[in-house]
């Protein structure tokens, strides 16, 4: 692939105590127990803040560090929020505006939960792939919950965040490959029974916990081993030649699986960021990725390979290259 991540830009509204949600108090002894095993002790809660708001912001954030003006923006990829605020309109759209991004076509992209990160991607590529005069395409997402309950039982804690991702042809972070995989199986695993319901009365429910915790759990072990395996061979390498390891932030369990499966350790940031702002849908994996680099857990010259799932479900593995693009790293 031809396709660098220029900048990374996460915002991040302010941090409320997990023990402190207000849901907490509804939720029987074994539910609040898993609740407050997940390794979760804060999350980023922006009540005044909509999907939109936050991508826009995040928007904002990424072209002040390139020092691109909206207008030169070629392109607008937007990650469809869970649960638009209003049907039979574009959010797309209505974020190209917010961020005067006129010249720009904007579009969205989603389906895939916390990995639908990974198709917004591709479509960013394909795009610089097919258009020459093409630059720099702006990938966004504002992160949400669906239902005014942050816990997803048994799964993690939701907190809010706009991320957007400036992808151009050279940058200090080059993708260098992308495998996706996806199942049928469980696209109903969770829902939302909203028709009918006030929003306050809507609650997003497992419909199979087994499921979930048992059978979902051993193929992603599976399906993550194998997809970074191919990711590897396909690209001359083994797993020496990784020097970092990121994945997204569902829970302490979650990040397990993944490590057990590859017998690898994951980048510190996923721990840190896991406690400190909860499940960020499909900003996790870049938000990680980023705060690795910040840190020195992916050095100029190294590898990384990012990885993702969602229970919709959906399995990806990115290798990406640091330092291999002009500029240092610009990661908020």
């Known amino acids: 692939m031809s396709v660098a991540l220029r900048v990374v830009a996460t915002h991040l509204p302010g941090r409320t105590a997990v023990a402190d949600l207000p849901e907490l108090a509804e939720l029987g002894a074994a539910e609040r127990a898993s609740c407050l095993a997940l390794g979760i002790d804060t999350v980023a ?16 954030q990424a072209l002040a560090a390139a020092g691109l003006g909206p207008e030169r923006l070629d392109g607008l990829v937007l990650i469809e929020s869970r649960a638009p605020e209003t049907f039979s309109t574009s959010e797309a759209t209505r974020l190209q505006r917010l961020l005067g991004a006129d010249r720009a076509w904007a579009f969205s992209v989603g389906g895939l939960g916390c990995a639908s ?15 020459p005069s093409a630059a720099h395409i702006l990938v966004a997402h504002g992160s949400k919950p669906v239902t005014a309950r942050r816990y997803r039982h048994p799964v993690t804690v939701n907190g809010d965040s706009g991320q957007a991702v400036l992808v151009s042809r050279d940058g200090p972070l080059r993708v260098r490959d992308i495998l996706l995989e996806t199942s049928g199986t469980y696209w109903d695993l969770f829902h939302v029974d909203y028709r009918g319901r006030a ?23 599976k399906r993550i081993a194998a997809l970074t395996g191919r990711l590897l061979e396909r690209n001359g390498l083994d797993r020496d030649a990784v020097s970092c390891y990121v994945g997204q932030n569902l829970s302490t369990a979650a ?12 980048s510190a940031a996923c721990t840190d ?42 399995w990806s593995a990115m290798l990406v290259e640091h330092g291999a693009g002009e500029g240092g790293a610009v990661c908020l």
């Not at 809660?45 to 904002?60: C, N, Q």
């Not at 990040?255 to 994951?266: F, G, M, N």
Request: some cysteine; glycine content about 8%.
């Open 273 to 314: 960021n896991l406690r400190d702002n909860g499940h960020l849908g499909p900003n996790d994996a870049l938000f990680n990725l980023a705060a690795a680099v910040d840190r020195g857990e992916l050095p100029e010259g190294g590898l990384a390979v990012v990885l993702n799932m969602s229970p919709a479900a959906a």
């Open 199 to 221: 929003p306050e009365q809507w609650r997003e429910e497992c419909t199979d916990v087994p499921t979930y915790a048992f059978r979902l759990a051993v193929e992603s072990r």
């Open 255 to 266: 990040h397990r699986i993944v490590a057990e499966s590859l017998d690898v350790k994951l």
């Open 117 to 131: 990160v990974v198709p917004a991607l591709l479509a960013a590529a394909g795009r610089l792939a097919t258009e």
């Open 45 to 60: 809660v922006g009540p005044d803040l909509s999907a939109v708001d936050l991508a826009t912001r995040a928007g904002r």
